[in-house]
């Protein structure tokens, strides 16, 4: 047995993110499970011609093709990408922004644990700082990547319920508090893992909110505009002076490229940038090269836009009619489906907790992720941590359909046996 540091102690065992993964891994190389778990995006047809296609010029180019394989890029990312979206940002939104705004990570995963690591934890003279979610759940991701014990602080979110079978977050400003130990604001929109996107009042509230308190607001738009833009409702892009945005190339279908942007103040991406030499030397320059010329010519928010944004909703109406099928008689609320690629349901009463439940339906075929993961920093005995499930819509309709069949079957039992 090897005698590990706290570091490896910490990053080796018992996190939600690990986990979830693990059995990802595991269900692909087998390839009997019906996968609702992870957040791995659909395979867009048209998307994947157009990234096959610069792919193809890349590779036709031997300038262009010795660049992406055979030179570091700089710390912050490939020069003329950075450019690029600068000059799209500005000109689409009517950001201040330049290049120099902007710094590209290996995954915006990595970009978080910088990001988070950066404004909490251990400070000098021994004060210590947190991370504040101030609308929990949150992504599951963020729970496990702080270098320090209580590393954030959630706030419960007050409930609005909708017709007959929905329901949706908001964020009570009332319960939301700044003290001095809070050292930023993150908010994902939309959120991972409820699908829910904040309305343009709450996160203008919350910008107002780390101004006034002098620390950043870190809003994380994996899912959200300009690209994939997987959003059905309104959400107007926001950015100001205070505001660190946090993009990534995976859900407009380049999971595997490892691309994550960072846009923010000069001095936050200056940090960043140093901590990126230091850990990578470079981010890796293949996504950026691949995306460079579909931002230049805008083609990458007339996807997210006309192709990207119909195909979700269309798999996210199916999702919600099988649930409404298969769930019928269930004391069951879904979140209000109103981006990314997931249902978030509420399954009130229920007898066992949200983590039994997946581990029978593991044993049926089924992956899901329990609720329970997505409330990092909220300390206080709420029983609807264990009430909710994650299941992701973006793989085979047929399978999505199986897999909440199969659900709804389990979940029979257990209510017939309370």
């Known amino acids: 047995m090897i005698d590990l540091?706290?570091?490896?102690?910490?990053?080796?065992?018992?996190?939600?993110?690990?986990?979830?993964?693990d059995d990802l891994g595991n269900a692909l190389a087998s390839g009997d499970m019906i996968m609702m778990g992870g957040g791995n995006p659909g395979h867009v047809p048209e998307v994947q011609e157009v990234l096959r296609n610069q792919l193809k010029a890349i590779a036709d180019d031997p300038v262009r093709f010795q660049k992406?394989?055979?030179?570091?890029?700089?710390?912050?990312?490939?020069?003329?990408f950075l450019q690029t979206l600068a000059d799209m940002l500005r000109d689409e939104y009517g950001w201040s922004i330049g290049p120099e705004n902007i710094c590209l990570t290996n995954g915006s995963q990595s970009g978080f644990f910088l990001?988070?690591?950066?404004?909490?934890?251990?400070?000098?003279?021994?004060?210590?700082?947190?991370?504040?979610l101030p609308v929990a759940p949150e992504y599951i991701g963020?729970?496990?990547?702080g270098l320090s014990d209580d590393f954030f602080e959630a706030v419960r979110?007050?409930?609005?319920?909708?017709?007959?079978?929905?329901?949706?977050?908001?964020?009570?400003?009332d319960a939301v508090r700044i003290t001095d130990d809070i050292g930023a604001i993150c908010v994902s929109r939309p959120t991972n893992p409820t699908g829910n996107v904040l309305t343009d009042d709450e996160i203008q509230g919350l910008a107002e909110l780390a101004d006034e308190h002098s620390i950043p607001f870190i809003l994380d738009s994996a899912y959200g505009v300009p690209f994939p833009g997987i959003i059905y409702t309104r959400a107007t892009p926001f950015w100001n002076e205070n505001v660190i945005i946090c993009m990534s190339l995976s859900k407009f279908g380049l999971p595997a490229v490892r691309t994550g942007i960072i846009i923010g103040p000069r001095d936050v991406i200056a940090t960043i940038s140093g901590i990126n030499s230091i850990l990578n030397l470079a981010p890796g320059s293949f996504g950026a090269m691949l995306t460079t010329e579909i931002v230049r010519n805008r083609e990458i928010i007339r996807?997210?836009?006309?192709?990207?944004?119909?195909?979700?909703?269309?798999?996210m109406e199916k999702a919600v009619a099988c649930v409404r099928e298969f769930f019928s008689g269930i004391e069951y609320r879904i979140h209000v489906p109103e981006g990314a690629m997931f249902l978030w349901i509420w399954l009130r009463d229920l007898p066992i907790t949200s983590r039994t439940l997946y581990e029978r339906l593991k044993k049926r075929g089924?992956?899901?992720?329990?609720?329970?993961?997505?409330?990092?920093?909220?300390?206080?005995?709420?029983?609807?941590?264990?009430?909710?499930?994650?299941?992701?819509?973006?793989?085979?309709?047929?399978?999505?359909?199986?897999?909440?069949?199969?659900?709804?079957?389990?979940l029979r039992t257990v209510y017939k046996k309370k």
């Open 366 to 410: 089924v992956l899901i992720v329990s609720g329970d993961y997505f409330f990092p920093g909220l300390d206080d005995d709420w029983k609807h941590t264990s009430e909710c499930i994650r299941v992701t819509y973006s793989q085979d309709d047929e399978d999505v359909r199986r897999g909440l069949e199969i659900i709804g079957e389990e």
């Open 303 to 315: 996807l997210s836009r006309e192709v990207i944004q119909p195909f979700y909703r269309q798999k």
């Open 68 to 80: 992406l394989i055979g030179i570091y890029d700089p710390p912050r990312g490939e020069n003329v």
């Open 157 to 173: 979110p007050r409930i609005e319920y909708i017709g007959d079978d929905l329901f949706k977050y908001h964020v009570d400003f």
């Open 142 to 145: 963020y729970a496990d990547l």
């Open 5 to 21: 540091s706290l570091f490896g102690e910490r990053f080796s065992s018992g996190s939600g993110i690990l986990s979830l993964m």
């Open 115 to 132: 990001l988070f690591n950066m404004f909490a934890g251990h400070f000098a003279e021994g004060r210590r700082k947190k991370i504040l």
